[in-house]
Nanobody, 115 residues
Framework: QVQLVESGGGLVQAGGSLRLSCAVSGSRSSINGIGWYSQVPGKQRELVAT???????KYGDSVKGRFTISRDNAKNTVYLQMNSLKPEDTAVYYC?????????WGQGTQVTVSS
């Protein structure tokens, strides 16, 4: 059974940094795309950043230049370095992994940025 376990969320002041991690376990197949999405109450999940198995990255417009996604294939782990955080970055951040055309989600980790 595939499981995604996120960590690293919390409360930070505006301008600060956080690093999110997502470890994938239980898969016998390689992870294709993996990334992060954010969601605030009443809105749909939005793309934050994704990274392909080959290392190609894609970022949401609001985080370009501030967030960096990376992955460690040996550890089946993806990271999201979040710098220059803004109050509008406050959301639940979900890890998403695509394995053999199936999407898996983590339970989410809360990120709160105070002004």
């Amino acid at each position: 059974q595939v499981q995604l376990v996120e960590s690293g969320g919390g409360l930070v002041q505006a301008g600060g940094s956080l690093r999110l991690s997502c470890a994938v376990s239980g898969s016998r197949s390689s992870i294709n795309g993996i990334g992060w999405y954010s969601q605030v109450p009443g809105k749909q999940r939005e793309l934050v950043a994704t990274i392909s198995s080959g290392g190609s990255t894609k970022y949401g417009d609001s985080v370009k230049g501030r967030f960096t996604i990376s992955r460690d294939n040996a550890k089946n782990t993806v990271y999201l370095q979040m710098n220059s955080l803004k109050p509008e970055d406050t959301a639940v951040y979900y890890c998403n992994a695509v394995i053999l055309y199936t999407a898996y989600w983590g339970q989410g980790t809360q990120v709160t940025v105070s002004s």
